[in-house]
């Protein structure tokens, strides 16, 4: 059975549960999916990692992982995915409403200097967000009960990874397609799409910045078509 590895995007915890939605979900269409705890976040330890250790986060993930692997990066995932798809067992990328370095791109290069408005940056080296502009821009298309789940979820990251480039470019060696959210309000269609790789395979999906909690059965079967179009 192929195995899906899911890396969530910044400044949240309890991988598992942003996740918990898809994998029933997969399984039905014969997909093993996992959730990889972020060093960066907290995960892990009381100590906060950079981004490369959140890249040997999901390396281990991999290594345990029945193949063909493919990786999953939502929002900063996909600087994780990056580098860790260099990975021989891993066979495809998928990027949702990401990003996709290039060579020597930090995430801060692909965002601009200044904060994003939902950012809440800290004097020791780490950031959080702002809850309230996280329930209006990136969870809108989730009922309550989700929203409130989610916010439970936010966390301080260290700020490290946000300065760091991926070490090496998996996309461009291996299939990567880019889920554009249409409805996304925090990351515009077109940002998306301007941060998405020429070479990248190109996939419109009608929801927020978090469709596997608002829409996690239709998600699925996209990506179940996505990874049977590659195999």
Avoid: N
């Amino acid at each position: 059975m192929p195995t899906l590895i899911f890396v969530h995007g910044a400044c949240v915890r309890d991988a598992p549960w942003w996740w918990s939605r898809m994998t029933e979900p997969l399984a039905g269409h014969g997909i093993a999916s996992v959730a990889v705890p972020l060093p960066s976040c907290g995960e892990t330890g009381d100590d906060l990692g950079d981004l490369y250790a959140d890249v040997e986060a999901a390396r281990q993930a991999i290594a345990q992982a029945e193949a063909p692997v493919m990786l999953c990066g939502h929002s900063y995932g996909g600087m994780v995915i990056t580098q860790a798809g260099a990975d021989r067992r891993v066979s495809q990328l998928l990027y949702v409403t990401s990003v996709m370095p290039q060579a020597g791109q930090s995430m801060a290069d692909l965002a601009g200097s200044q904060p994003a408005p939902w950012m809440d940056p800290g004097d020791d080296g780490t950031v959080g967000v702002h809850g309230e502009i996280v329930a209006e821009l990136f969870l809108q298309d989730c009922d309550d009960a989700t929203v409130q789940q989610a916010l439970a979820r936010l966390t301080r990251q260290s700020a490290m990874p946000f300065a760091q480039p991926p070490l090496h470019i998996a996309w461009q060696e291996k299939p990567s397609t880019y889920f554009v959210c249409t409805e996304d309000l925090a990351i515009p269609a077109e940002l998306q799409r301007q941060r998405a790789c020429a070479s990248a395979r190109l996939i419109d999906f009608p929801s927020g910045h978090h469709p596997f909690l608002s829409k996690p059965e239709a998600f699925a079967q996209s990506i179940a078509l996505e990874i049977d179009s590659v195999a």
